[in-house]
C-alpha cells in the first residue's frame, strides 16, 4: 500500500459515520508544516496568515506552539472580530477603506493596541482621520514595500501590484508623515515577496520554466535584499523605535529569514500545503487539508461522477486554480467538462473501484479559500475524528 493509499484508508474510516461533502484537516501533517515553517525560521519568530487557515480553533492551536507570534490579517472587519476573540498582535495586511470598522478602532483603546492598519498613501490616513469618533487614540501604523522585481527601467515587471511605495527615501517620506500626524504611530514595515514566496520554481513537466523561475527568483532576492535594507535604515532614521520588519510567506521562509533586516516571517499556507505548494524545491509539506466529495453516479466503464466540486481559486484563470482529485491515486477530470458546480466527472481506471456513496478526496489549489465552502472542518487524529471546528464561514463570518 503506497503511503497516499494508507492516508486514504485512514481518511476513510475516520469519517465514515459522516456523510460527504465533508473537509477535514489532519493535525499530524498539520503540525508536522508548523515544524517545518518554524525549523526554516531560524529562530525568527512567525506570524499566522489568517487568510489561509480562517479556523479559529486552528489559528489558537499554531499560535500556542513554539515560533509563532501574530497574526496577519485581510480585512478589518476579520481584524477586530479577532482582537475582539483574544487575538493580542494583528496586522492588517491590505489597505482598508471601511469607515465603519475604522470608527470601531478609534473608540476602542483595546482595539487600537491590537490591531496595526497598514498605509502606503497619506490619504488613508485622511480616511481613518474622517472616521475617528473619539480623538486621542492613537492608531498603530505599518507601511507597506513594493517587492517587485524591475528589469529593463521599469519596463518588465515580476510580482504582485501591491504598494507604490519602492525606494528608501518615499518610505522615508511617509515615516515622516505619519510620526508627524497626531492620532497615528507607526510601528511596523512589511514587504511581502509573492513573486518568490507564493510561485513554485519545478514546474512538472517544464524543465526550462522552472529553470527560468528559479533564474528570476535568484535576481529578486539578490534585489530585495539589498533594497529592503535600505529602506529599513531609512525608516528606522524617522522611527528608531520600529517594532517589526515583516516579510517572507510560504516559498521563501529560510531566504527571508536570513536577511538581518527581517525580524519577523510571515507564512499560512504552509500549514495546509494545497496543492500550488508541491512545486518548490527548497521545501516540501504535507498535504494536512482536504475536502472529500460523494459518488453519485456511475456513467460507465472507467467514470464516475461526484457531486458538486467545482471550487476554483482566486488568481489568473487557469487549469492549476482547479482543486486536483488526489484520493484515490488514478483520476483526472472529463476535458469537456472540467469541476463542475453541481456535479464533476471524473475519468480512470481508478473510477471502477469506486461504489456510489463513496468518498473521493480532493486538495484545493489555495489555503484557506477552501473554507469558504465549507461550515466546519473535521480534525483528523490517525484514523479517528477527534474535534470539529467552524470555520469563518460556520461562525457567520464571510469577510470577502
Request: aromatic residues 6%; proline residues 6%.
Amino acid at each position: 500500500m503506497t503511503p497516499r493509499a494508507a492516508d486514504r484508508a485512514r481518511y476513510d474510516r475516520a469519517t465514515a459515520h459522516l456523510d460527504a461533502p465533508v473537509a477535514i484537516v489532519d493535525l499530524e501533517a498539520f503540525d508536522a508544516n508548523a515544524d517545518d515553517l518554524v525549523r526554516r525560521a531560524a529562530g525568527k519568530p512567525i506570524r499566522v496568515a489568517s487568510k489561509s487557515v480562517r479556523c479559529r480553533a486552528l489559528l489558537e492551536r499554531v499560535l500556542a506552539r513554539p515560533g509563532f507570534a501574530g497574526i496577519m490579517s485581510f480585512t478589518l472587519a476579520e481584524s477586530l472580530w479577532l482582537a475582539r476573540a483574544g487575538f493580542e498582535d494583528v496586522l492588517l495586511a491590505y489597505p482598508s477603506a471601511d469607515r465603519a470598522r475604522f470608527a470601531e478602532l478609534t473608540s476602542d483603546p483595546k482595539l487600537a493596541e491590537a490591531v496595526t492598519v497598514m498605509v502606503d498613501d497619506p490619504a488613508q490616513l485622511d480616511l481613518v482621520d474622517r472616521a475617528r469618533e473619539r480623538e486621542g487614540l492613537e492608531v498603530r501604523v505599518c507601511l507597506e514595500l513594493d517587492t517587485s522585481l524591475q528589469l529593463f527601467g521599469g519596463r518588465v515587471r515580476v510580482g504582485a501590484r501591491r504598494s507604490p511605495l519602492r525606494t528608501p527615501a518615499q518610505l522615508a517620506d511617509l515615516a515622516r508623515s505619519v510620526a508627524r500626524r497626531p492620532g497615528f504611530r507607526l510601528v511596523g514595515l512589511m514587504a511581502y515577496e509573492g513573486h518568490v514566496a507564493g510561485v513554485g520554481d519545478a514546474v512538472a513537466g517544464s524543465p526550462l520554466r522552472s529553470r527560468a523561475i528559479r533564474l528570476m527568483q535568484a535576481a529578486a532576492r539578490k534585489e530585495l535584499a539589498a533594497r529592503r535594507a535600505e529602506v529599513v535604515r531609512a525608516v528606522r532614521a524617522v522611527v528608531p523605535d520600529l517594532e517589526f520588519v515583516n516579510g517572507g510567506g510560504t516559498g521563501s521562509v529560510q531566504h527571508t529569514a536570513a536577511e538581518a533586516a527581517v525580524t519577523e516571517i510571515a507564512a499560512g499556507s504552509g500549514l495546509y500545503v494545497p496543492r500550488l505548494f508541491d512545486n518548490y524545491t527548497s521545501f516540501s509539506g504535507r498535504p494536512a487539508a482536504l475536502f472529500a466529495q460523494p459518488v453519485v453516479r456511475r456513467p460507465g466503464v472507467g467514470v464516475v461522477t461526484v457531486l458538486g466540486g467545482g471550487y476554483p481559486a482566486s488568481g489568473a484563470p487557469g487549469a492549476d486554480r482547479l482543486p486536483v482529485p488526489y484520493l484515490p491515486e488514478g483520476l483526472r477530470y472529463d476535458a469537456q467538462e472540467g469541476a463542475g458546480e453541481v456535479q464533476t466527472p471524473l475519468l480512470g481506471s481508478a473510477a471502477d473501484d469506486l461504489l456510489i456513496g463513496d468518498k473521493v478526496w480532493f486538495r484545493h489549489a489555495k489555503a484557506g479559500e477552501l473554507c469558504e465552502r465549507f461550515e466546519e472542518l473535521s480534525l483528523v487524529e490517525g484514523d479517528r475524528v477527534t474535534a470539529t471546528v467552524p470555520t469563518y464561514r460556520g461562525e457567520g463570518r464571510t469577510f470577502l
